[in-house]
């Protein structure tokens, strides 16, 4: 098949925000393409076991407007999401959360529909290996299993979720040191739950003696058994692994994977045996990818701060926004540590700009923000919403004739507030 290799946007990483970046800019009239490592689109969000968009909600309302509203609202017609006002966290029940339950599966097969409509590129198993940003163009290079290709694309966008894109064009990036380093959890997913009885558990004190009974006899590495009801299913995810590894190092992430999967028939065992609603389910998945928390991310025009988010500083260039408290999962301590934010925040464009780049985006977990706000702006609500801004930005850059540090701060909230109908 004769490959296109020429694009108006090269988006690499289709997670969450790389593809909402394409399908908002394929739906612009850009032409799109999806560089992927992975076989299908979503990243964590449809392939780690996650099934909890986390503040997708404020104070009982849904948040989101444009294409991630949309998104939604399809998988809740389907029967396959609902929105849970004010659920209190596993790690802290103090701490209650609006938020979106969907089925993983349903999101992967729903965002290629929406890119095969917007007649996006996709190329899936094909890993970036080599990339250029020129005056007027950029090129970027990668390896499939039997392939290698290069394209051209007037705009780039770094959705990797590790700032890979921007390290290829040598920017500077930068990753949480060893005592910054979060816990890494593989999820899996239980079936056949009797899930009346389990949502009575879960709501009893119960739970928490049985966090408690789980550490005291090794079971549990850390304080979460987090259930969580798949809709549409009989079945639930479970987040109760923990391991302490560094992603980047190849022998260290694999020895990481081996002792979270090791951790599993442990804890379905003592779920089986401690938690009502389990006597007959099964173990019916695990996830293929680890869910590492941390992010290498990029050097941007202004690094996002927590303080940002504790005086929710209303940029001009705001592209975004959320309302997820900072939730750091501390690799010293083994506890998650908790600081609540006052309300709905934003995050400016320019922590999307990588410093001294002009043709490129980073969209995602890779975005330019301090570990606190990192720990707060990394759930996938707003990274879908920065995501779907980044394909914004690129289409007004493209319809201006300008490069991506060029457009004016007036002209991008215009296109943005007719996008999301404020
Ligand atoms: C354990 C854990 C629990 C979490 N719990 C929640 C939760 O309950 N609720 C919530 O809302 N959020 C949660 N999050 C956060 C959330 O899942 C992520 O921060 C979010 O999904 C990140 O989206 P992304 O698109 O930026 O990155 P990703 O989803 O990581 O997508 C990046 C994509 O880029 C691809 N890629 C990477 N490098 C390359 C390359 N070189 N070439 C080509 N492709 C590449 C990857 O394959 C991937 O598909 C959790 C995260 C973890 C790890």
Redesign the pocket.
């Known amino acids: 098949m004769q490959q296109e290799t020429q694009f108006d946007l090269i988006v ?8 909402f970046s394409a399908i908002a800019a394929a739906r612009e009239g850009l032409k799109v393409a999806v ?4 076989t299908c ?5 449809a ?2 076991g ?7 909600g404020f104070q009982g309302a849904p948040l989101y407007r444009g294409i991630e509203r949309e998104v939604f609202d399809r998988l809740i017609w389907g029967g396959h999401a609902a929105y849970h006002f004010a659920v209190p966290m596993s790690s802290n029940k103090e701490v209650k959360i609006d ?1 979106l339950r969907y089925d993983p599966e349903r999101l992967k097969l729903l965002l290629e529909q929406l890119a095969v409509e917007a007649g996006i590129t996709l190329l899936y198993e ?3 290996t080599a990339a250029r940003e020129g005056e007027e163009e950029c090129q970027i290079t ?1 390896r499939g299993p039997y392939q290698e290709i290069a394209l051209s694309g007037k705009y780039l966008i770094d ?4 700032a ?2 921007v390290q290829a064009l040598g920017g500077e990036t930068e990753a949480a040191d060893e005592r910054e380093r979060m816990i ?2 593989l ?1 899996f997913r239980i079936s056949n739950v009797d899930l009346d009885q389990l949502d009575a558990f879960i709501h009893s004190p119960r739970l928490g003696e049985t966090i408690r009974q789980g550490r005291e006899s090794g079971v549990l590495k850390g304080g979460i058994l987090a259930f969580t009801p798949i809709p549409g299913t009989r079945d639930v995810s479970l ?1 109760g692994t923990r391991a302490k590894f560094d992603h980047e190092d190849l022998a260290d992430a694999t020895r990481g994977m081996v002792e979270l999967r090791s951790q599993i028939e442990p804890i379905f065992r003592f779920v089986q045996r401690e938690v009502p609603g389990l006597e007959g389910a099964y173990l019916s998945g695990i996830a293929p ?5 941390d ?1 290498r991310r990029i050097r941007g025009a202004y690094q996002l701060t927590i303080e940002d988010l504790e005086r929710m500083t209303c940029f001009e260039d705001r592209v975004a926004c959320g309302c ?1 408290p900072m939730d750091l999962h501390d690799p010293v301590t083994n506890t998650v540590v908790w600081k609540m934010l006052p309300g709905v925040y934003h995050i400016p464009y320019r922590s999307l700009l990588p410093l001294g780049m002009k043709r490129t985006l980073a ?4 975005l330019s923000a301090d570990p606190k706000a990192f720990g707060a702006v ?6 879908m919403n920065v ?1 779907e801004s980044a394909g914004y930005a690129a289409a007004l850059a493209l319809r201006e004739n300008k490069t991506l540090d060029q457009i004016s701060s007036a002209s991008l909230r215009s296109c943005l507030d007719q996008k999301y109908g404020v």
């Open positions: 690499v990483g289709g997670g969450t925000a790389g593809a560089v992927e490592r992975g689109l979503g990243g964590l969000a392939s780690s996650l099934t909890e968009m986390n503040a997708a938020r094909t890993e970036l990668a959705a990797t979720g590790n890979s894109l890494a959890t999820m987040n990818l680890a869910g590492v928390r992010a997820y969209a995602g977990k890779c990394r759930v996938m609500p707003i990274m995501g």
